[in-house]
């Protein structure tokens, strides 16, 4: 069974900073993209950063604030978060395009979501 586990959210001020992780475990053949979406109050999800090999792609919003990482050896992304605002606030999810072992393609994955709180 392939989860997807984030970790690493909570409640920061403005201007300051956060590191989110999320690891895939399970019995995987193959990770094609892990990225990282967020869905605000009332707002629908969105995304924010995603990696696939060595090309990243961001939300015009984080450019230059954010950046994503990914542990191939440990199936593994990161998304450092700097220069935070209030309007960043959300619900963190992880997002993963893997092949687990035993199927016969690439499939979508998310995690449960992590808070994250941008507030004075």
């Known amino acids: 069974q392939v989860q997807l586990v984030e970790s690493g959210g909570g409640l920061v001020q403005p201007g300051g900073s956060l590191r989110l992780s999320c690891a895939a475990s399970?019995?995987?053949?193959?990770?094609?993209?892990m990225g990282w979406y967020r869905q605000g109050s009332g707002k629908e999800r969105e995304l924010v950063a995603a990696i696939t090999g060595g090309t990243t792609t961001y939300a015009d919003s984080v450019k230059g604030r954010f950046a994503i990482s990914r542990d191939n050896a440990e199936n593994t992304v990161y998304l450092q978060m700097n220069s935070l605002k209030p309007e960043d606030t959300a619900i963190y999810y992880c997002?993963?395009?893997?092949?687990?072992?035993?199927?016969?393609?690439?499939?979508?994955?998310w995690g449960q979501g992590t808070q994250v709180t941008v507030s004075s």
């Open positions: 399970g019995s995987i053949f193959s990770i094609r993209t």
């Open positions: 997002n993963a395009d893997l092949w687990p072992r035993g199927r016969r393609n690439y499939a979508d994955y």
